[in-house]
């Protein structure tokens, strides 16, 4: 996945659609060779090792949607996924408090963790970075009284972390008139670790969502068999 080469359409991201990353994926889309499967277990097998909790999860998915760049389905209710589906036996290995009964149980479409606290995990480590919030949510709130009436009026803005895809929910939710196939972007509220699709409206976070994450806080993902750039 890439977050900062995307194609667009009308306006709109066109999900992996950047023949560069395609292509910067493709001369090892197969684990084929014996130096790269190594690399590979070696890599999920550290994952493995590190504590149980959330920044595992991220950083298993951050890594595998890394090398899932190019091969995930066009069509399809896996279309939205980062992460290839011959990769579920890692995350589960990498990842057995959140999928303890094996990979056959791993489903991206209803994901096992708590999205308010992966929000709270985020905002903890992206502070450590000092990077500022990358947008701000708006809204409209209605005031007034029974007695002089109700009005709308722009409502506090709040500063957010806006995560590309992040939310389960199709764009067409927000945007009724769009004829663009993607999930609309989550937004997570710095003052409170809520996780909204708009400014009055809640949702949960995707994997894309997460592997944002990973970026914003790591950039992008690296092969373990490529020289460290």
């Known amino acids: 996945m890439c977050t900062s080469h995307r194609a667009s359409v009308g306006g709109e991201p066109v999900v992996d659609r ?3 990353c395609q292509r910067v994926g493709a001369h090892d889309q197969a684990l084929t060779s014996e130096r790269t499967r190594q690399a590979h277990e070696a890599y999920v097998d550290g994952l493995a090792a590190l504590p149980p909790g959330i920044e595992r999860l991220v950083r298993t998915l951050h890594y595998l949607a890394g090398i899932s760049v190019g091969r995930t389905p066009r069509t399809g209710p896996l279309r939205f996924e980062p992460i290839l589906t011959d990769f579920y036996p890692d995350l589960a290995r990498a990842c057995p408090d959140f999928w303890p009964n094996g990979p056959g149980t791993v489903n991206l479409l209803a994901p096992p963790w708590n999205s308010l606290a992966v929000a709270a995990w985020f905002l903890g480590r992206i502070a450590q970075t000092g990077k500022p919030p990358n947008a701000t949510l708006k809204g409209w709130i209605t005031v007034g009284n029974w007695w002089h009436g109700r009005h709308s009026q722009p409502a506090p803005p709040l500063p957010a972390w806006r995560l590309q895809e992040g939310s389960l929910t199709h764009i067409s939710r927000v945007r009724p008139e769009t004829t663009v196939d993607r999930r609309a972007d989550a937004y997570i509220v710095v003052p409170d670790g809520r996780v909204m699709l708009t400014y009055d409206e809640p949702c949960l976070l995707s ?15 690296r092969r373990p068999w490529e020289p460290s750039r």
């Open 207 to 221: 994997a894309r969502g997460l592997v944002t994450m990973g970026v914003l806080l790591w950039g992008q993902p």
């Open 18 to 20: 950047c023949m560069d």
